[in-house]
Structure formats: C-alpha cells, structure tokens
C-alpha cells in the first residue's frame, strides 16, 4: 500500500537551516508528482508547491519562494523540504502529499503523517 | 487565488447524527474537490474526490456533493470514529486551496 513516511520533529533556532524528509513506498516514485502542504499554529492549511519527481522541476506558490527549496533523491523513493534562515513564522506541521495521478497535481490522494517544525531561540 | 469558505467551523452531534459540512468557492471550480479527514497525529485521508466519488475503501457513511461554486459534504449516522477535523479543497487552479476546517465533536 502506498505510504508516505516523514521524518520527526525538528526544533531549530532562527537562523538556522531544516530539511525535512519525506519517504515514500508502495508505488513508483517518479510516476507522481509530490506536493508540500503547511499547517501554522491555528492556520488552516496551505498549500507550498510542488516539484515533478520525474525530471526534479520544483514549482513555488506564493510566499514560498527564496527560502523554501523542494528536492528529490529518486533512488531512495524520496522527497525533500528545506527551509533556510529559519524564521519563528515558519514554526509550523509540513506535510508531503502525493498528487492522485488524476491528472492535476494538487488533486491529493494520500499524504504523509506530518513534521511539526518549530523554531525558538 | 480562489478562496474555499467552509462552515461550520465546529459542530458537535450525537452518534447516530446526520452531519453536514459546507464549502463555497469564490469562483466556479466545476467539480474540483477533495474532501479529507484529519485525525491527530494521523495523516490526512482522502474521502470524497471530485466533489462526489467515493474513495475506495471508505465507509458509503460518507458523501459529497456540489458543482461550481457551493459543495457539501455529509456523514450520515455518525460514529464514533469519525471524530476529526475534515477539510475542502479545489484542485481547480493553482494554489489548491483549502477550506478552514470543520472540527467534529461527538455530543
């Protein structure tokens, strides 16, 4: 069965860099796109960017842009978010998401269980 | 970007309870939508894709319905284990925005 299993908690100061790692199983990695999704303290979901596992392209939504970077490593079925010069704001749950192969990327069929990140000096 | 307006933000119902959860668009999305269910500490669970199909494997308790701008989404005979946060979202343009969350309590 398809599973996505992310890495743990990561408590970072500001400043400092995170890389998130999302595994995933049960299908063929480079045949769907991975989306990334946040959850802030009380916000409601929102969704990153996603990056085509297949040629490595990343795309950025708005406000994930410069510091945010979504990376691949295909021979370990492996999905990557890094965020640099971490912020208090950026204290939040990251998901990875697997588009549904329907045709549209952010149609989400399965997600992976969540990295709370939180950032404090 | 297209906003997704859910209500209610909470409800509470008692096992056995028809619950109903709604979202609007800002914009027509013809039938893009996915409903999902969010247990603490579980990963979100795909329920209903493209506003009214059934993922497979999930209980027929649960349905969606809707087009263009105003979809609902119904859990008929609530149970116990279906007490979550469930969540809207279009796929009908990029970014795939979500709904605020309606959190399901059990009277």
């Known amino acids: 069965q398809v599973q996505l299993v992310q890495s743990g908690s990561e408590l970072k100061k500001p400043g400092a860099s995170v890389k998130v790692s999302c595994k995933a199983s049960g299908y063929t990695f480079i045949s769907y796109a991975m989306n990334w999704v946040r959850q802030a303290p009380g916000q409601g979901l929102e969704w990153m960017g996603w990056?085509?596992?297949?040629?490595?392209?990343?795309t950025y939504a708005q406000g994930f842009t410069g510091r945010f970077v979504f990376s691949l490593d295909t021979s370990v079925s492996t999905a990557y978010l890094q965020i640099n010069s971490l912020k208090a704001e950026d204290t939040a749950v990251y998901y990875c998401a697997r588009e549904s192969g329907r045709g549209v990327v952010t149609a989400i069929n399965y997600w992976g269980q969540g990295t709370l990140v939180t950032v404090s000096s | 970007d297209i906003q997704m307006t859910q209500s209610p933000s909470s409800l509470s119902a008692s096992v056995g309870d028809r619950v109903t959860i709604t979202c609007q668009a800002s914009q027509d999305i013809t039938n893009y939508v996915n409903w999902y269910q969010r247990k603490p500490g579980k990963a979100p669970k795909l329920l209903i894709y493209d506003a009214s199909n059934l993922e497979t494997g999930v209980p027929s308790r649960f349905s969606g319905s809707g087009s263009g701008t105003d979809f609902t989404f119904t859990i008929n005979s609530l149970q116990s284990e279906d007490i979550a946060t469930y969540y809207c979202q279009q796929y009908d343009n990029l970014p795939g925005t979500f709904g605020q969350g309606t959190k399901v309590e059990i009277k």
């Open positions: 990056i085509n596992t297949n040629n490595g392209n990343p």
